[in-house]
């Protein structure tokens, strides 16, 4: 009897304080310059966290997000506010215009763990992880994709800037094409903006009156140029989110980030008492980059 | 009630309706966001709370208002130089780029000069003349920008609202290239990074404000820098400039009628370059600084706002918040700061997009342009009535002596008083 | 490559497409200045425009309670009347408030800018797309070699656009109404005494070019983008204000500046997609560069409205 009451009593006890261990939530912060639908960059971090969320359940792991900053201040004030608070167990810069804003404060707080990308660049500090795509392989195999089907043998490319992933991509799809059809021609108009709809449209037009049946491109400007695909019966090629929805048929491959992959193996780290201090690349091997395929 | 009470009250009377349509402006544009925000389906109380909390409600964020108020408040002294001369300048975008490529060169070479590589990651004291250089280089780089404009209205009647936004496209394109070439940081030339320079050494950086009030020192761990005292001493030094000095008094006549300067014998194509020329210095100081104080490196994302967050506009709307005069473009400034760092706030609780705080700036902008006429009709009613009855008459009826909704009688009267009004 | 691979035909179709915007926004400002208002929120009322267009266009298409041609008409309608509602704004706080026209503009801008992303993101989200206005084969003349590929293969708001630039310059130079405004602008004193509301003109033309900016923006989210997203203009009111005073005031003029704008960017894009090695930033650039050079060299310039921007004090 004694024994039973002692029993229930530890049971009963445990059963008061596995909830709480169990409740000890993982909490994520994260800034992203764009929208979290913008079928783009932005969109791909916040899929990524929900898929988190899904997988740990909603009672392990939250998330704030905060997207639109495409002003470095204001995301430096978002993320200095978390990462004084105390309250989160990794901070999220996604964006490599944010680098200098986590240097600083990683420096400042070295308790925190900050994670950012894409970027190799740790700073030397081990409560800083950084993350990359190797956006040319998905680029090199949308490359081989549109080399075959292309009828024109003319490939139109719609890029930003001429940085980051973005040339990744494009590099690898120009690649691509070569591997698989060297007779095509793929031409490359960067318009200088990430965001200028009007001019990535115009730009797609003029690919489609130079010949070009199929178009890629990347950035959150690409809503245009899809539209312009559908529109002229040529075929789309997307990277970063899937943009099949959008393309309506139109479609064929998207390269799509799967940054669960690499915040899985930063967050099993921190749980492991590891702020950071590594650096993490998504590619077609890991499953970090995941090609879908549409029509 | 003895007389001198009387009169006491009657000016503090008259002062609180000077400021009324402000007030006035900003209620109109409260009860319009939370007609919006009710819209959203989200409390307003809350969503103003989180404003307030997010702008205002830890010594973080004091910082972070006072941070994002020091470019608008040297846009805006520039703006305000820039309007009293009669120039509408649209150009701070470009004006502030054109002045961070220059001044972040400068501090980059001198840096690299003063400053040995091996030491350059160990801590060292500000450099003065650095520092120096490169906020005149940002200076001189903007008002030359600015300048241009000026030049081309003077001599070739190019409106300045258009040339000056011409330059802001190119501006930002001229960053992207530089950025991507000559001024890419070497440590990242093959790492296709967002383009930017390298980081600026210590030396070459405006040093961390901290008020000696308390231990730890307010704001000592916060970004507020020093850019913030040097753009309100710069306020007061444009405020003697514009009307204790016959340039700023010549600058002014012009802004207010170009033709009769001209009879009197002002150069009037002198002046407009000038006050353009100053205008980009300010906006260029503005671009400077961002990265001396704050960025420590300039980096561009390919748009102009990704930079400048938009100072180049807000600017202009803080000046004329503070009633196109410097000083009181400095409560103007940090008031949009508080605006703008306490959206991100309320977009980080609640969800609620910040572009709602876009569409309520202009609301202000909006309404208190539109409020000015009552302002000046009253204080052309005071001017007046001191012109007439200097003695006899007691200053606390004019409140109600005539009926507030009499249109002025001339738009050549508005500026005079307004002038006399601000000097 | 040669000179034929640069000004090929479908480099001056580019054009005519992206002058379409310019030249809407642009005639409907060179009414509201040559009235003597400045308005300079054109860029705001281009988004909300776009915005109220293209949402009348979706929500028409997924209830799919409409035929086509209706739904879209309807599109344009909404974009109408946003645009002169803002406009009537910028009318009443300009010519009633005689607030200062360049300040009152940026608010109007920013108003636009604000709304349209806030009520995108809380109705709509995603980017979505919607079937727009359609290109326009005309029997026989679409087939033409060159010029079918240049005039005849376009929407209907295009046509429109370039329809209104005659059409506009008739009633500013051939019209009581036309006089009317020139004299509302030039002098309003003069005006006012023979009997013209400088008022009622000023409220018309500023609501008129309202109008035609909410068009603008139309112009792209259904007929020549088919989808919004936030600022989808780009900051092209900003440039359709400046190609005003480019075009002296007069509306073939202005049409031929945005005309002039627009072919430097398709040339810039055309030269970039054949594959000159020229820095992408400088190509950019161009068409404002060369904006500008123009101005300077332009011989002959047209005096501007002497009230502009002035708001007009009745009485002596």
Known sequence: MKKALLLTLIVALFAGVMPTIAQDVFRVAAVAPSATNDLAFSQSMYDALMAIQMQMGEDNFQFDFQDGTFIVDDAAVALREWAASGDYDLVIAHGSQFGSVVEELAAEFPEVSFAWGTDHNTFGLDNVSAYTAAADEGGFVNGVMAGLMTESDVIGVVGPIEVGDAKLYVDGFVAGVGASNPEATVNVVYIQSFSDVPLATEAAETHIANGADILTGTAQMVVGPIAITIENGARWFGTQASQADLAQGAGVGFQVYKWEVVLSDIIANIQAGNLGGQSYELTLANGGLVMEFDG | MNQAAGTRLASWLNRLVDFAPVLIALLLALVVSSVLLVALNVDPLAAFGFMLEGAVGTENATAETLVKATPILFVGIGITIAFRGGMINIGGEGQMIAGALAGTTVALVLGDLRVPAEMAKTPGAFDLIIVTSALIGGFLAGALYGGLAGFLKAYFGVNEILSTIMLNQIAVQMMNFLLNGILLDPAVAGFNNIPKTARLVTAAQLPRLALPLGDPWIFARTRLHWGLIVAIALAIVIYIFLWRTSLGYRIRAVGENERASSYAGIHVKRQMMLSMFLAGGFAGLAGVVQVLGLQYRLQTDGSPAGFTAAAGFNGIVAALFGGLNPIGAIPASAFFGGLLVGAQKMQREIGVPASLITAVNGLIVVFVVSSEIFILQRSKRRVSLQETNTTLNPPDKSGGSDTPLNPPDKSRGRRDSRAQEAG | ?316
Request: charged residues 10%.
């Open chain 3, 1 to 316: 490559m040669g000179l034929d691979d640069i000004f090929t035909a479908s480099v001056f179709a580019s054009a005519i497409r992206l002058a379409t915007p310019y030249i809407f926004a642009a005639l409907g400002e060179t009414f509201a200045q040559r009235s003597g208002v400045l308005n300079l929120g054109v860029d705001g009322i281009m988004l909300m425009g776009a915005f109220g267009g293209f949402y009348a266009v979706h929500l028409a298409q997924t209830a799919g309670v409409l035929a086509e041609p209706l739904g879209l008409l309807i599109g344009v309608l909404v974009a109408l009347i946003v645009g002169g509602l803002m406009g009537l704004a910028m009318a009443f706080v300009s010519v009633t408030l005689k607030a200062k026209q360049g300040i009152s503009g940026i608010g109007v801008y920013l108003f636009g800018l604000g709304l349209s992303e806030l009520l995108f993101q809380q109705w709509v989200g995603t980017p979505k797309s919607v079937a727009g206005f359609p290109r326009i084969s005309f029997p026989i003349l679409t087939d033409i070699p060159i010029l079918g590929e240049i005039f005849f293969h376009h929407n209907l708001l295009v046509y429109v656009a370039f329809a209104l630039v005659p059409l506009s310059a008739f009633v500013l130079n051939r019209t009581t109404f036309g006089l009317m405004i020139r004299a509302v602008g030039q002098n309003p004193e003069a005006a006012d005494a023979m009997g013209v509301s400088v008022t009622r003109v000023r409220y018309a033309t500023t609501t008129i070019g309202g109008m035609l900016a909410g068009l603008a923006g139309a112009s792209l989210s259904i007929a020549l983008i088919n989808l919004f997203q936030q600022n989808l203009t780009a900051g092209q009111g900003f440039i359709a204000v400046a190609l005003v005073y480019f075009g002296g005031w007069r509306p073939l003029t202005v049409a031929a500046g945005a005309m002039l704008f627009s072919f430097v960017n398709a040339l810039q894009l055309q030269i970039k997609v054949i594959g000159a090695d020229i820095p992408s930033e400088f190509a950019v650039m161009a068409p404002y560069v060369i904006t500008i050079i123009a101005l300077v060299f332009a011989t002959k310039r047209q005096e501007q409205p002497t009230a502009l921007t002035k708001p007009y004090e009745r009485g002596e």
